[in-house]
């Protein structure tokens, strides 16, 4: 225990000395040629890795695997451009968990149980949960960007990008309705629709729970050993998840650059502020009514949440996510249910951000709308959201087919483009928390949150499986 206190501190002596070194130098305080700055970064990610091999953590090596993609992305630019192959392997990956392991996790919730009515009461509570939460949210954005008017003054020449968003048509309330149920099953999963996923699983559940038990059985025992499996299967890929996540944050910083930060801070640090505010203001207490362990709520998530900043992708984040509520003592049939569903309907990070946006297109174009402009447009925008949170990007193609439909510029929406990945990792962070937290909302709502003092055994409808998630919260590397 010594030598990792030792390990720690030195860990974050090195931090804070390149901290303020680069300060120092941004500010022409000193004078350091490149080469040496770079010498001192690298000894500092050296601290690090050598604090990682100690502490032998897979959310430490995804935080350090950051550091080490964002300084490789800065000093090799080209090398970092082609890393992007790596974190797209490890998208895929993700990808092929999440169709099977809603569909097992729910089947075994709802059927093992054959309990319908408990489905019907962790619905209407989920949705009403989500409805209240998000529209908070809207109201934090469109507040946030009034304040800090960061719209107003910009330049339209920021437009310019190297990316193309493929513009779609405005959604009629009969399309998105049409959008919530599947057609075909394997199409569904083959374009990653989860709510269609969820709508198939759960009315499959519903119709298993009402045929004979000799006839359940085989199919729920199935489904049990599916879901134990891709768990399994999910570890297995987390140990790639150190490569994966540093590879996209290289791939960010190489072809993005730092600079992008100066044309369009006021609206970056906007959203950040807001968001925080949101997470304080109003998840925090959230948490506190529904007595939620805060510290060990935060230790749960703080590796799903890592993986969906620098991924940008909620998907991403889904397995590690569902398994850590679990471990918090909530139970398997309402993280199988509520978590699906809150990708769909609790965007929290995505409508804040939504509602921030859509008003900076119209300030940037110098476009005064009313307090009603505004609501109708945003409310408009939470519609149009659901069910994209799991694609990167999807919420800045909703926010241009919107934002055409009411006849204001597209530019500012392709100003938006250039930090977008940066803006991205922060409100899909929030998306994360927000239906980590919501999951422990509708079981203590339900009588059902045990959060044990220590990490034990998960629910499992055979008490002679094996526990679907290990005590062990640290890895070997």
Same mark, same amino acid.
Request: some cysteine.
């Given at each position: 225990?010594?030598?990792?206190?030792?390990?720690?501190?030195?860990?974050?002596?090195?931090?804070?000395?390149?901290?303020?070194?680069?300060?120092?130098?941004?500010?022409?305080?000193?004078?350091?040629?490149?080469?040496?700055?770079?010498?001192?970064?690298?000894?500092?990610?050296?601290?690090?890795?050598?604090?990682?091999?100690?502490?032998?953590?897979?959310?430490?090596?995804?935080?350090?695997?950051?550091?080490?993609?964002?300084?490789?992305?800065?000093?090799?630019?080209?090398?970092?451009?082609?890393?992007?192959?790596?974190?797209?392997?490890?998208?895929?990956?993700?990808?092929?968990?999440?169709?099977?392991?809603?569909?097992?996790?729910?089947?075994?919730?709802?059927?093992?149980?054959?309990?319908?009515?408990?489905?019907?009461?962790?619905?209407?509570?989920?949705?009403?949960?989500?409805?209240?939460?998000?529209?908070?949210?809207?109201?934090?954005?469109?507040?946030?960007i009034n304040i800090s008017k960061a719209g107003v003054g910009i330049d339209a020449g920021l437009a310019q990008t190297h990316e193309e968003i493929q513009e779609v048509p405005a959604q009629t309330t009969s399309e998105i309705i049409l959008h919530v149920f599947p057609e075909n099953i394997a199409k569904s999963i083959a374009e990653g629709q989860v709510l269609q996923i969820v709508v198939f699983s759960v009315i499959f559940a519903i119709a298993l729970a009402m045929v004979p038990e000799k006839k359940r059985k085989p199919m729920l025992d199935f489904c049990e050993s599916l879901a134990e499996v891709m768990f399994k299967f999910t570890k297995i890929i987390m140990y790639f998840a150190p490569v994966g996540v540093g590879a996209a944050i290289a791939y960010t910083v190489g072809h993005m650059g730092f600079g992008?930060?100066?044309?369009?801070?006021?609206?970056?640090?906007?959203?950040?502020?807001?968001?925080?505010?949101?997470?304080?203001?109003?998840?925090?207490?959230?948490?506190?009514?529904?007595?939620?362990?805060?510290?060990?709520?935060?230790?749960?998530?703080?590796?799903?949440?890592?993986?969906?900043?620098?991924?940008?992708?909620?998907?991403?984040?889904?397995?590690?996510?569902?398994?850590?509520?679990?471990?918090? /003592? $909530? !139970? +398997?049939?309402?993280?199988?249910?509520?978590?699906? =569903?809150?990708? @769909? #309907? %609790? *965007?929290?990070?995505?409508?804040?951000?939504?509602?921030?946006?859509?008003?900076?297109?119209?300030?940037?174009?110098?476009?005064?709308?009313?307090?009603?402009?505004?609501?109708?447009?945003?409310?408009?925008?939470?519609?149009?959201?659901?069910?994209?949170? /799991? $694609? !990167? +990007?999807?919420?800045?193609?909703?926010?241009?087919? =919107?934002?055409? @439909? #009411? %006849? *204001?510029?597209?530019?500012?929406?392709?100003?938006?483009?250039?930090?977008?990945?940066?803006?991205?990792?922060?409100?899909?962070?929030?998306?994360?928390?927000?239906?980590?937290?919501?999951?422990?909302?509708?079981?203590?709502?339900?009588?059902?949150?045990?959060?044990? !003092?220590?990490?034990?055994?998960?629910?499992?409808?055979?008490?002679?499986?094996?526990?679907?998630?290990?005590?062990?919260?640290?890895?070997?590397?």
């Open positions: 225990m010594k030598k990792l206190s030792i390990f720690t501190w030195a860990a974050i002596l090195s931090i804070t000395v390149v901290a303020i070194v680069t300060v120092l130098q941004q500010y022409g305080v000193l004078a350091l040629p490149e080469e040496v700055l770079r010498v001192v970064r690298w000894m500092c990610i050296a601290v690090l890795v050598a604090f990682g091999v100690r502490k032998r953590s897979l959310t430490v090596w995804i935080l350090i695997s950051m550091v080490v993609g964002a300084e490789i992305g800065y000093d090799f630019p080209e090398v970092a451009t082609s890393l992007n192959v790596l974190s797209k392997v490890f998208l895929k990956l993700i990808k092929t968990i999440i169709a099977p392991l809603i569909f097992a996790t729910l089947v075994v919730g709802i059927a093992g149980h054959a309990n319908l009515k408990q489905v019907g009461s962790m619905g209407w509570k989920a949705l009403l949960y989500f409805e209240v939460v998000t529209t908070i949210a809207l109201f934090i954005g469109l507040a946030a992008i930060l100066l044309n369009l801070f006021q609206l970056l640090a906007t959203l950040y502020v807001a968001l925080l505010a949101f997470a304080v203001l109003v998840l925090l207490p959230i948490a506190l009514i529904a007595r939620v362990p805060v510290k060990r709520f935060l230790q749960a998530i703080s590796g799903p949440v890592s993986i969906a900043f620098a991924t940008t992708s909620s998907e991403a984040a889904l397995p590690r996510a569902m398994e850590e509520m679990e471990k918090l /003592g $909530v !139970p +398997r049939r309402i993280v199988a249910f509520v978590m699906p =569903t809150g990708y @769909s #309907f %609790n *965007l929290d990070g995505t409508t804040l951000y939504l509602a921030l946006a859509s008003v900076f297109v119209a300030q940037a174009a110098g476009v005064d709308l009313s307090l009603e402009q505004q609501l109708v447009i945003v409310f408009t925008l939470m519609l149009t959201s659901k069910g994209v949170a /799991g $694609v !990167p +990007r999807a919420s800045l193609v909703i926010l241009l087919g =919107t934002v055409a @439909s #009411f %006849n *204001l510029p597209v530019w500012p929406v392709f100003a938006i483009l250039g930090i977008d990945e940066l803006m991205d990792m922060a409100r899909t962070s929030v998306n994360v928390t927000g239906n980590c937290l919501a999951t422990a909302v509708v079981a203590r709502w339900e009588g059902e949150f045990d959060p044990q !003092p220590e990490v034990g055994l998960v629910e499992t409808t055979n008490p002679e499986a094996a526990p679907l998630v290990e005590q062990e919260s640290k890895i070997h590397v």
